[in-house]
């Protein structure tokens, strides 16, 4: 009998105890941020959508070797050698044009892992958090600054520009052959007239010394 | 107890489905109880809702790196005490040595998201027995954690902070004395939570004699963490099997006494958990007493990792128990296999063992009590 | 002083039914309202700030308009009969129950001299409709969350039976406006009004049980098991939505009203201004009425955001065994006193 009044005591005193911590802090104010009248501030590096500097990548690929969910997708165009992309702000000379440069910010998982192997400090995050968007695709953000007639015609230039280095190439390669097969025939020659009698050495070295 | 038995003299059970979609699984867990009117005979967990091939992706990766990022989405409740893990483990394969700062910044990070992590599984274990209101308060303390290391990593959730031999970025400025703000800031909210939550009868009733765990069974199930130390073993990874610079701190294991019941109770295991906030607290003022001010944040070490053929396990003390890493590398740039050790995965293996003849409402407590994170155990 | 509306044409009759269910319909709103409110304010936080202007105050009204649009889902092995009619079977028992609250001086929906008992047996069926939602709804969850009430209720019902009865013993009448009547003037001490509370030691440990004891009849926690979020998902209400969901919301509102009003006339004077003769009339003493059981309904909410929930076996066993022995002593106790003094 004892025991259950006392029971009953201390059960009412906790929950008094507890009662007096929630009244204060009825009367104490609130943490509330009223979001869309008021923001957080956030910290400058917070990483929320990652953002590129365009104008100083050199199409390197390194933060997209980097990603672990491949949400970057970059393609590249060797600049010809008529045209002078300059350089970065960072003085690293660029040599691609960046005809394709998309981020899928829904596949994005923000580990900052493509952050830090940037050579040029281009790609980075913001702190800008309200880009949400009713159509997945519309999460694609596409960084390359080149208007499709660029692109084509950048593309162009490039695949004429290998197509002749390829031309050239194969010349060069056909020489080559051409030289090789006439050596070659006049090493079968030279060892016929070996066979039948000469030493070989002496003929046999300009030949593989020959490039 | 009075059983329902039928005309045939058959007992009348009735199967109900606890989840994936209940508000107090903590996630996406589902429970079959065999129900009893509402007494439980039998209970069996059914897991694998989450499952994101955490293990297969770390194979593929082709870098040791870019795992970190998936270590954190194991158990997203610690994020910072999953990447220490798998940084401690891999800089032990590399055998490499760390910063000093490193180190100091690594435990006040892991140490303050331990604190976070038990702020959200006491506050969601009262709110599974219908206490709103501790769960919010303890949600803004949270958040002044969060707050902390979203200014040093960028990111309030999932941090890829730590990398291997280093830190992702520099802690700013005024971090030390954030830290320490906080310590003082948080210290009365203990008391305060006491007042509320931790001592009040109806809580007691809710909790003590609930879901008991002996030390022996909790020690055959591997049960690590608060979950052990509130059966009363005296058992954790920092003091027990040191890594990282823990040998330099001083602090107790507090361990469950069976105050309010009996021992390894409910009670016992949420109390261990308030206790430890206390001494994580004790940990962060040594911490950030020693941290160096100067000093570089990343070790030099080749930019592909590629540890020498061989394996290792290496553990450490998460949130929420024992967390292992095990490591196969067969020198190739990825690991050839990753297994980790979750402790929630343990954890909830042996809630059939200790929920029989409990209450539906008691179900509630034994699973809010063992605070698992169904990230973790999926993976 | 006090007359009654009593007249027997339809119209009033129409007039007499209008006026509590304006008043229920009107709280109802206010207290959804006041109870995030209550709630945010408690937990750090706003509650509903947007809708309307001033600290959201037409929150509930944007609710309800958006329940009245739903879509009315019955499940498809439910009764259908008993899933439909179980809320609108709730709402009548506790709007029939305030026919015989005075709500004013001059105002009581019907002035019968059983009222305390009518209220008492009218506010059963609430059992009944609790249970009808939770077995026609073909859910287990819903079942338990049923049979968990029934045993609550009907357990429950007994303290508080037995401590209204104590104050009938003073009172000697069932009547409440009589109840009510026999609370005027301040004589105790010299200045405290004459309140069932202030006039017997053991009518304070008796306002106690009956306060415990309507926290448990109106599901607030600690006593909420029927609805236990956490555990039952909803209880009885798991398959309902629209606005049969609301019309559960609204009920359970208008019951803790309802008891929160009973206990005001039966311990704190009712309508009887705390001043004596200084702001009363049928206004004010409407005023002072609706004060006293809104405070009681704040003290609810208050507790409710405090307190974590019993288990549904402790919850009987605080009942039978605690409450009810106490309670019927305590009656014992009361009669002595009134024969002694």
């Given amino acids: 009998m004892v025991s259950a009044f006392k029971n009953s005591w201390i059960t009412f005193k906790s929950i008094f105890t507890g009662m007096g911590v929630t009244i204060r802090h009825f009367f104490g104010p609130s943490v509330t941020l009223q979001y869309p009248d008021e923001r957080a501030v956030l910290p400058k590096d917070t990483r929320a959508k990652l953002y590129v500097n365009i104008d100083d990548c050199i199409g390197c690929n390194l933060c997209a070797r980097a990603c672990p969910v491949n949400c970057i997708d970059i393609e590249t165009v060797v600049a010809t050698s008529d045209v002078d992309l300059g350089k970065t702000s960072t003085g690293n000379p660029k040599r691609f044009w960046l005809t394709r440069f998309d981020i899928d910010m829904a596949k994005c998982m923000y580990c900052d892992l493509c952050v830090h192997p940037c050579p040029t400090f281009c790609i980075y995050m913001v702190p800008e958090y309200e880009y949400s968007e009713y159509d997945r695709t519309n999460l694609i953000y596409h960084f390359s600054n080149l208007e499709p007639a660029m692109v084509a015609e950048v593309k162009e230039k490039a695949e004429k520009e290998a197509a002749e280095k390829q031309r050239q190439r194969e010349e060069m390669m056909r020489k080559k052959a051409e030289e090789a097969k006439i050596k070659q025939m006049e090493a079968k020659k030279k060892a016929e007239e070996n066979n039948s009698g000469e030493n070989d050495a002496q003929s046999s070295k300009p030949e593989n010394g020959d490039p | 107890m009075i059983e329902a038995i039928t005309e045939n003299g058959e007992r009348r059970e009735m199967t109900i489905n606890m989840g994936p979609q209940h508000p107090s699984t903590h996630g996406v867990l589902r429970l ?252 962060i003022e040594q911490a950030v007493d020693g941290m160096p001010d100067e000093g570089d944040v990343m070790a030099a070490i080749p930019k592909r990792i590629r540890p020498k053929e061989g394996e290792l396990y290496a553990r450490t003390e998460s949130p929420r128990g024992e967390l292992g890493y095990y490591i196969v590398s067969d020198k190739s740039a990825s690991p050839f296999r990753v297994k980790a050790r979750a402790p929630s995965f343990v954890h909830l293996s042996m809630l059939p063992a200790i929920s029989s003849g409990a209450l539906i409402a008691d179900m509630v407590a034994i699973v809010g009590s063992i605070d698992i994170v169904l990230g973790e155990v999926d993976r | 002083m006090t007359h009654y509306i009593l007249n027997i044409s339809p119209v009033a009759i129409l007039v007499h039914a209008a006026i509590p269910l304006t008043i229920i319909l009107v709280y109802a709103l206010v207290a959804i309202w006041a109870e995030r409110k209550v709630a945010g304010f408690i937990q750090d936080r706003l509650g509903p700030m947007r809708v309307g202007g001033w600290h959201g105050w037409a929150q509930s009204i944007a609710d309800l308009l958006k329940l009245i649009q739903k879509e009315d889902i019955i499940p498809t092995d439910a009764s259908r009969f008993l899933f439909k009619f179980a809320p609108f079977m709730m709402f009548a028992a506790s709007y029939a129950a305030f026919a015989v609250i005075p709500f004013s001086s001059s105002y009581i929906g019907s002035n019968i001299n059983i009222g305390v008992f009518y209220l008492l047996a009218v506010t059963s069926v609430l059992t009944l409709s609790i249970i009808m939602a939770g077995w026609a709804s073909n859910n287990k969850w819903s079942l338990l969350g049923g049979m968990r009430s029934a045993a609550q209720m009907v357990s429950y019902e007994i303290p508080t039976i037995a401590t209204v009865l104590t104050v009938i013993v003073v009172t000697g009448s069932l009547n409440l406006m009589t109840i009510t009547e026999m609370q005027s003037g301040n004589d105790i001490l010299g200045f405290l009004p004459n309140w069932f509370i202030f006039q017997n030691p053991f009518l304070i440990v008796a306002f106690v049980i009956f306060f415990i004891s309507i926290l448990a009849e109106s599901h607030r926690v600690p006593f909420d098991l029927p609805e236990s979020e956490s555990e039952l998902v909803a209880g009885y209400q798991t398959e309902y939505s629209g606005m049969r969901w609301a019309m559960f919301m609204l009920a359970e509102y208008a019951d803790m009203l309802l008891l929160s009003l009973l206990g005001a006339t039966l311990f704190f004077g009712g309508w009887n201004s705390p001043f004596g003769d200084f702001m009363s009339g049928p206004f004010w003493s409407f005023f002072w009425f609706m004060l006293k059981g809104l405070l009681l309904v704040f003290v609810m909410m208050w507790i409710r955001w405090t307190l974590p929930r019993y288990r549904v076996d402790q919850l009987m066993h605080i009942c039978w065994s605690i409450l009810i022995p106490l309670s019927f002593i305590n009656l014992v106790l009361v009669a002595l006193w009134e024969v002694i003094f």
Avoid at chain 2, 121 to 134: E, K, R, S, V
């Fill in chain 2, 32 to 283: 079959e109880l065999v129900l009893d009117g509402e007494v439980i005979t039998r209970v069996k967990p059914h897991i694998g809702y989450l499952h994101r091939c955490f293990e297969k992706y770390a194979e593929k990766m082709d870098d040791y790196a870019k795992v970190i990022p998936y270590t954190d989405r194991m158990d997203y409740v610690s994020a910072m005490n999953q990447e220490h893990g798998y940084v401690v483990a891999i800089e032990r394969m590399l055998e490499l040595e760390v910063p000093e700062r490193v180190e100091y910044i690594r435990v006040i990070m892991a140490e303050l998201q331990r604190i976070a992590s038990h702020l959200l599984g006491i506050g969601a274990f009262g709110l599974d027995l219908g206490a709103f209101t501790p769960f919010l308060y303890l949600f803004t303390e949270r958040e002044k954690i969060l707050d902390i290391f979203e200014k040093a990593s960028g990111a309030r959730l999932l941090y890829n902070y730590m990398a291997v031999a280093g830190l992702m970025r520099d802690v700013h400025p005024e971090f030390k004395e954030e830290v320490s703000d906080f310590v003082k800031t948080f210290r009365p909210k203990i008391k305060e939570l006491d007042d509320l939550l931790s001592y009040n009868q109806i809580f007691i009733k809710r909790t003590a004699n609930i879901g008991v765990l002996p030390d022996k069974v909790a020690l055959n199930y591997a049960a690590s963490g608060p979950v052990l130390r509130g059966s009363g073993v005296k058992w954790d990874l920092r003091k027990n099997d040191p890594y990282s610079i823990y040998d330099r701190f001083e602090f107790e294991i507090p361990v469950g006494s069976g105050e309010m019941g009996t021992l390894g109770d409910c009670w016992d295991r949420y109390i261990v958990r308030v206790r430890e906030m206390e001494q994580s607290l004790r940990i």
